[in-house]
């Protein structure tokens, strides 16, 4: 088991640039499948992930999410079994990100593959409060 500072220390090493072109990567390969299967209607499901750091021996610095557990806080988007986005950040760290990557999976699925598919966004309840609308 990892510490909650190895795993800080680990993620460092990825830098903007490194991040930046993971995603892009996940998105590519997202938009070639849909071009592969073409769907007339798809789900986009998002939902977090809780990495629960409670339970390890030595930790420093988590941040609590919001089930009050002490560890790392996981967004992802996906379609079917793939994963179109996701973004590893601490356990308070809420911000704008969830509308950010909703807009730019959006526009690209638009762009690059048709503007009139409908999408189908699947969230739980958590995800639809003041801050998230438009």
């Not at 009050?68 to 967004?75: D, P, W």
């Not at 690059?112 to 003041?130: K, M, R, S, T, W």
Request: with cysteine; aromatic share 12%.
């Amino acid at each position: 088991m990892a510490s909650s500072q190895q795993i800080k220390r680990f993620l460092k090493k990825f830098s903007f640039r490194r991040n930046y072109l993971f995603r892009r990567l996940l998105q590519d390969f997202f938009i070639w499948r849909l071009k592969v299967k073409q769907p007339e209607v798809f789900l986009l499901d998002l939902d977090t992930m809780i990495l629960d750091n409670d339970t390890a021996k030595q930790r420093e610095n988590v941040e609590h999410a919001f089930k009050n557990v002490a560890g790392f806080h996981h967004l992802q988007l996906q379609w079917s079994p793939c994963s179109v986005d996701c973004v590893f950040r601490g356990g308070s760290k809420h911000g704008d990100s969830l509308v950010k990557i909703v807009e730019h999976v959006v526009r690209r699925i638009g762009n690059e593959y048709d503007e009139e598919v409908p999408i189908v966004l699947i969230a739980d309840n958590g995800f639809f409060n003041q801050g998230n609308g438009p």
